[in-house]
């Protein structure tokens, strides 16, 4: 089986490809795309970094490509959807750069706090400005943590060590597991109105893009410092420079951009700014990290069909996985779309079956799609079909499984989520072989396909709404794919779901809001539908 690596790789993972029996190792780094699709159709197997662009054209030329391993966490270079409808298993190393990004955002603060780069190249300017970088002690300062993963754990226990008394803020784990690690929870507003230092270890989603702008700016301490190791995005660089220049935000140290590289940046004519061309996994000990973990998991995918760190693939193979394949599928889905419903922390999972696949590792293997499916929208691609459970545990979500349940259906899939202020009820089955239905949403009975764009409508049962709906999408040209409108049970409201073939504007929203009868809407999206296209 043939292998490419396509970008720069350390050199103990290419050393255990290259004693691998039954592995042909090839090693083209800086190909351009055109000549990257060119050869890609040769090789079972690619090994990436960041540079290499995994698009739908080039997957399309990847006629033998089973799996693609990108040495680092972030997949934002790879279509993965593209990857999934191609039968093509996406992995990630996601433990391997860890401690090393989380000790560049320590340094961050130390270089900001006492100006060391500045004052490094006043020295090599052969100037001796000792009271212009004049610093200050991070000694008892407050550092703000916006995020307490794997990275964000990691600084709030070195920040102990320094003996800064750290705030945590994430939505997604619970007061009493921060505080029982020895540090203050708090609420977004309260980390900014208090931090002197705050320091993000987010994914880039659509509820963190941007979230460090001009308001949250305003809500933040005189002289706070802002330090981004996560992803390029998380800080609106134009309201940045603004703080910066006004003096509200008195330095920021930054390691990732919105465009990268950065070359005409406005946030480089300020002195108040340190910056790194994203440095935060570049350390010796975290590229041989995962070059051997890609390497091993290439290895094993292709000679034992064995799943490590799939972000798209489930651990099960074989005859199993042909079984399962709709039931995964549908749990994945109904997990997605139960996180976007119910916005709230979660606190208790609780999952009930009836049906064929009730083997104790059938259900295990649906339970982890369901948790894959309900904390990617959290934690993005830190979560994969491996450590699904795992996170869930270190976020406090409690996951129970009931008995066995009676139901009209041959197959189903009960799901429960319970938040301080909600419970959510999301149920599915398959009709037929390969057709994946939610068949009830809280207490609105329905048929609807679930993936795709969608705008979710609760609404008082009256007549005209559907109407004024379907003029509203007229009247902006955007085509309805499909509608499914289902009613509540003994109640007196309904709920649509409206399936797009585009991503539906915010204006259009707010217009569909003010439709008389409507109580609320949402858009959502539920990804690619089924491998085999079928609705």
Request: proline content about 4%; some cysteine.
């Amino acid at each position: 089986m043939k292998v490419l690596i396509s970008d720069n790789l350390g050199s103990d993972g290419i050393d255990i490809l290259n004693k691998e029996e039954g592995i042909e190792l090839d090693i083209k780094t800086g190909l351009h795309p055109e000549e990257l699709k060119e050869i890609i159709g040769q090789y079972d197997g690619l090994i990436i970094r960041s540079a290499t662009k995994v698009t739908e054209d080039l997957i399309e030329k990847a006629t033998n490509l089973k799996v693609v391993g990108r040495a680092g966490i972030g997949l934002d270079n790879v279509d993965i959807a593209a990857a999934t409808r191609k039968g093509i298993a996406v992995m990630n190393t996601p433990g391997g750069n860890t401690i090393t990004t989380a000790e560049h955002a320590i340094a961050m603060i130390m270089a900001l706090t006492r100006n060391i780069p500045q004052a490094t190249s006043s020295m090599k300017q052969k100037l001796w400005e000792k009271k212009k970088f004049q610093g200050r002690e991070v000694f008892h300062k407050k550092l703000g943590i916006i995020g307490y993963g794997n990275i964000g754990s990691i600084v709030a226990d070195r920040a102990r060590g320094l003996q800064m008394d750290v705030l945590i803020f994430d939505p997604n784990i619970s007061s009493e597991k921060i505080a029982q690690d020895g540090f203050t929870p708090v609420s977004l507003d309260e980390l900014y109105s208090k931090a002197d230092y705050i320091t993000i270890h987010v994914p880039k989603i659509k509820a963190t893009t941007k979230m460090l702008n001009k308001d949250a700016f305003a809500k933040m301490k005189d002289g706070v410092m802002v330090i981004n190791c996560a992803r390029g995005g998380i800080i609106d660089e134009e309201d940045l420079y603004e703080a910066l220049k006004s003096g509200k935000v008195r330095g920021a140290a930054l390691d990732v951009f919105e465009t990268e590289p950065p070359t005409d940046s406005p946030l480089f004519t300020l002195d108040n700014v340190i910056a790194t061309p994203h440095l935060g996994a570049s350390t010796a000990e975290a590229q041989s990290n995962v070059a051997i973990a890609v390497a091993n998991q290439i290895i094993k995918y292709l000679k034992e069909n064995t799943v490590i760190n799939a972000v798209n693939v489930p651990s099960v193979t074989g005859e199993t996985l042909k079984k399962l394949k709709p039931f995964l599928f549908l749990a994945e889905k109904i997990g997605l779309l139960q996180v976007q419903l119910i916005q709230e922390k979660i606190d208790k999972v609780e999952l009930e079956f009836t049906g064929s696949f009730l083997k104790d590792d059938d259900i295990k293997a649906i339970i982890t799609s369901f948790l894959k499916g309900l904390l990617t929208p959290l934690v993005n691609d830190t979560v994969n079909f491996v450590n699904a459970p795992a996170i869930a545990e270190k976020m406090g979500i409690k996951v129970v499984t009931g008995k066995a349940i009676e139901s009209d259906y041959t197959n189903l899939i009960n799901t429960k989520i319970f938040a301080k202020k909600k419970t959510g009820i999301i149920a599915g089955t398959i009709f037929g072989k390969n057709y994946p239905r939610i068949i009830r949403v809280n207490n609105f009975r329905l048929e609807m396909v679930p993936h795709g764009h969608l705008i979710f409508i609760e609404n008082n049962d009256r007549p005209g709404v559907v109407g004024d709906v379907g003029k509203i999408f007229g009247e902006s040209k955007i085509n309805i794919n499909r509608m499914t409108v289902g009613r509540e049970i003994g109640g007196s409201n309904s709920v649509i779901f409206i399936k797009t073939d585009a991503i539906i504007p915010d204006e259009m929203i707010q217009s569909l809001s003010k439709i008389e009868n409507v109580l609320s809407t949402m858009a959502l999206d539920l990804g690619q539908g089924p491998e085999n296209g079928e609705e």
